[in-house]
């Protein structure tokens, strides 16, 4: 959590990913295995015709230009969508290079979060500390008037984005609006590799460390090792992790980080519709030591709730917090090879003691809902954060 509690815009992108990459040739062998097709079947005759069918209707009567190869993504995303199951779906190459720079946790770019409004106009809604953007002088609230000289106003986000991170152009000019400013502010940036901040950490009063924990990307165990090493310099006595409003990422993560905490185990198992079970395992090599508390919300989801359940069930720190969302499931992603890809649900998980959380979530061993009031006021500060100090409150009981 942030000042503000943090927002959950991200939604349910990464959900809890086991990221297993098939090849393209393995994965189409497997479609295309058998020669008839069974009636009924996506790709038997009657449904192949009717689709050739619909072809010729669209080439004969279509008012407008059609674009054959948005027909046919959207006729692979139509395929996944009537699973109906929400955490399924067909990645475009473009969505696909999204995804993938989201559980790396790095890219290549000038380090800014960017927002558009109702009105159309795309914001800064964050600039990474340290990345290209910030030392280049950009501030949350820039109005992004230009990019390399073109006027971006009539575009939508993704474009935009397209065009700043556009590798053959460094570094990218920036046209930039900002309140305060008579004139439109001109600013060139270099981009670079940037590392996208997941974890943040602070310490509170009487050696209570704080570390917050966004997402479980590639790059969180290693920005959780740094700030807990920097906290126990500090002569943390006790700590709160901060999962409220975090979507989830990747299983190996999320274990990574609990291999640090918990005592030699079970960390969570997996079910597959086969019944097959796979086992993640703790070594207890480095189990947490001093009294923890995990803070968790309704939008603490996927691997967030992994962690809150592997805590509780091996009664190593209390829960605090409000019922989390409840996915219980596991996706894995499969490269279908020419740059596109399928998100599929593959499994159940459940915690240590067994408990399959899909549609329930996590009960806190102390539920407390944050104040209504800080809600409506939108930012707040650490000291008003009434969920944290009831956590800090139970730990300061603790020895």
């Known amino acids: 959590m942030q000042e503000s509690g943090g927002k959950f815009l991200k939604g349910f992108i990464l959900g809890l990913l086991l990221m297993a990459l ?21 790709t038997d005759k009657k449904s192949m015709d009717k689709i050739s069918y619909l072809e010729s209707l669209i080439d004969l009567h279509y008012l407008n230009e059609a674009d054959t190869e948005k027909m046919k993504e959207g006729m692979y995303t139509g395929l996944v969508n009537g699973l109906e199951d929400p955490y399924s779906r067909y990645y475009t190459v473009e969505e696909y290079g999204t995804l993938n ?29 340290g990345a290209p953007g910030e030392k280049a002088g950009l501030k949350a609230g820039d109005a992004i008037y230009k990019v390399n000289g073109e006027e971006v106003l009539e575009m939508d986000l993704a474009t935009v984005a397209k065009k700043i991170k556009d590798p ?31 974890v943040s950490h602070e310490m509170l009063e009487n050696r209570v460390g704080y570390l917050a ?100 069930d091996h009664k190593v720190g209390v829960i605090v917090g409000t019922v989390t969302y409840g996915k219980g499931v596991v996706q894995t992603i499969k490269d279908l090879g020419d740059g596109s890809a399928l998100k599929l649900t593959v499994s159940n998980y459940y915690t240590p003691n067994g408990v399959n959380i899909n549609g329930v979530g996590i009960e806190p061993d102390e539920t407390v809902k944050l104040d209504e009031k800080l809600l409506e006021k939108g930012g707040f500060t650490r000291q008003e954060d009434n969920q944290l100090q009831k956590a800090v409150e139970i730990l300061s009981k603790q020895e």
């Open 22 to 42: 098939v090849s393209a040739g393995g994965f189409y062998a497997y479609a295309t295995r058998g020669q008839a097709k069974a009636p009924g079947s996506l």
């Open 101 to 129: 720079e989201e559980t790396q946790g790095h890219y290549e770019g000038i380090g800014v979060v960017m927002q558009q409004g109702e009105d159309g106009l795309v914001t800064l809604a964050r600039c990474y500390e």
């Open 168 to 198: 053959e152009v460094n570094p990218v000019h920036l046209t930039i609006a900002r309140e305060g400013e008579n004139d439109y502010l001109e600013l060139d940036i270099v981009k670079e590799e940037v590392k996208v901040p997941v």
């Open 213 to 312: 924990i966004y997402e479980f990307t590639d790059v969180t165990f290693e920005q959780y090792q740094s700030a807990r090493e920097d906290l126990e310099s500090q002569g943390m006595e006790k700590l709160v992790i901060d999962l409220r409003d975090n979507p989830g990422g990747l299983l190996t993560s999320v274990c990574d980080v609990l291999n640090t905490i918990l005592p030699k185990g079970l960390i969570v198992y997996t079910e597959d519709k086969y019944g097959k079970r796979e086992e993640e395992r703790c070594d207890g090599r480095s189990p947490i030591d001093i009294p923890l508390a995990i803070l968790v919300n309704e939008n603490s989801a996927s691997a967030s709730e992994i962690f809150a359940g592997a805590v509780k």
